[in-house]
């Protein structure tokens, strides 16, 4: 009699926040094609609410949307999951808050290639 051995695999969960319909698209596809679970948020508030009914490895939030910054979006979940890494992805990196960027594990700046995402996404997850 031959024994099926079935292996769970783990797929990083990660939770992308953009107010741009068009990057979040872009940004989905590229980590599902790196072999992660994708869920999307298009506003900081949204991104707040499905983070705290879901469990997610890291975070990939843009910088500039209405409504609530992704610093300020950074700022509520390490109060939630303070371990989670979060990249920051941003077309304006001057105006960042150094002191609100020690909460990222990592910036990166807009227009960025899908392997640059996926590399920063796994040193960061290493480190958890």
């Known amino acids: 009699m031959t024994q099926e051995i079935t292996k769970t695999v783990h797929l990083p969960r990660i939770l992308v926040v953009d107010d741009e319909q068009s990057v979040l698209d872009a940004v989905r596809m590229s980590l599902e094609f790196y072999g992660y679970a994708v869920t999307t948020c298009a506003s900081g508030l949204e991104a707040v609410e499905a983070f705290k009914t879901s469990e997610f490895d890291a975070v990939v939030t843009d910088y500039a949307m209405p409504g609530m910054?992704?610093?300020?979006?950074?700022?509520?979940?390490?109060q939630i999951r303070p371990e989670c890494p979060i990249l920051m992805l941003t077309a304006h990196a001057e105006m960042l808050d150094r002191k609100r960027l020690e909460l990222v594990s990592c910036v990166l700046s807009k227009p960025f290639l899908p392997q640059a995402l996926n590399e920063a996404l796994t040193a960061s997850l290493k480190k958890v």
């Open 69 to 78: 910054k992704g610093d300020d979006l950074a700022a509520i979940i390490k």
